[in-house]
Nanobody, 123 residues
Framework: VQLQASGGGLVQAGGSLRLSCAAS????????VGWFRQAPGKEREFVVR????????AFADSMKGRFAGSRDNAKNTVYLQMNSLKPEDTAVYYC?????????????????WGQGTLVTVSS
């Protein structure tokens, strides 16, 4: 499966963005999809895992209540809605697909990666 993330951009603090991750290839619905982010000089950070039927894992405390994940299998697309954005949310956001059934935050378990989309939040 091939993934392409989009929807990033420059937004002021307090604003919103919706990221999309479009998949091509067969059987997209058989993969769970994770969102990760990586800020400059920092390690890659888990954001959320979206299960095959759309259920989501818990978010980190820093994102809880502000971010939401969803998917539309008919459109082969996964989404990350980000509200009340803060400058510390600035990062490249990646989506990744996992054929496994164990919910994991470990990015090394995800087999297929999109190219990333940059989100910049100005103060």
């Amino acid at each position: 499966v091939q993934l392409q993330a989009s929807g990033g951009g420059l937004v002021q603090a307090g604003g919103s963005l919706r990221l999309s991750c479009a998949a091509s290839g067969r059987a997209f619905s058989t993969y769970a999809v994770g969102w990760f982010r990586q800020a400059p000089g920092k390690e890659r950070e888990f954001v959320v895992r979206i299960g095959r039927s759309g259920g989501t894992s818990a978010f980190a405390d820093s994102m809880k209540g502000r971010f939401a994940g969803s998917r539309d299998n008919a459109k082969n697309t996964v989404y990350l809605q980000m509200n009340s954005l803060k400058p510390e949310d600035t990062a490249v956001y990646y989506c990744a697909a996992d054929s496994g059934y164990y919910s994991t935050t470990d990015y090394s378990k995800y087999e297929f990666w999109g190219q990333g989309t940059l989100v910049t939040v100005s103060s």
